[in-house]
Nanobody, 115 residues
Framework: QVQLVESGGGLVQAGGALRLSCAASGSIFSLRAMGWYRQAPGKQRELVALISRLGSTNYADSVKGRFTLSKDNAKNTTTLQMNSLQPEDTAVYYC?????????WGQGTQVTVSS
């Protein structure tokens, strides 16, 4: 089992920045990737960014150049730095950890961008 604890999020004006962090504990040796998804009201959950065990990253086209995902292996954390936020980035953001046997999810954190 893997436990994920998220922090960060909140309310920011358009053009501003926020940082989300996710700390993993438990069977972290089984993880092959970690990342963030988001779900806006009335929409499906979508990938924001992923980082593999080896450090390669993958971003949704809508956030490329604005969001940066990094990880700290020593602390078992990932950090999503979100810059130039826009109202369409408003959503609940979920930390995800993918293992070879299944996915784990955080509780979600609200990000609201006002225009």
């Amino acid at each position: 089992q893997v436990q994920l604890v998220e922090s960060g999020g909140g309310l920011v004006q358009a053009g501003g920045a926020l940082r989300l962090s996710c700390a993993a504990s438990g069977s972290i040796f089984s993880l092959r990737a970690m990342g963030w998804y988001r779900q806006a009201p009335g929409k499906q959950r979508e990938l924001v960014a992923l980082i593999s065990r080896l450090g390669s990253t993958n971003y949704a086209d809508s956030v490329k150049g604005r969001f940066t995902l990094s990880k700290d292996n020593a602390k078992n954390t990932t950090t999503l730095q979100m810059n130039s936020l826009q109202p369409e980035d408003t959503a609940v953001y979920y930390c995800n950890a993918a293992s070879w046997t299944g996915d784990y999810w955080g509780q979600g954190t609200q990000v609201t961008v006002s225009s």
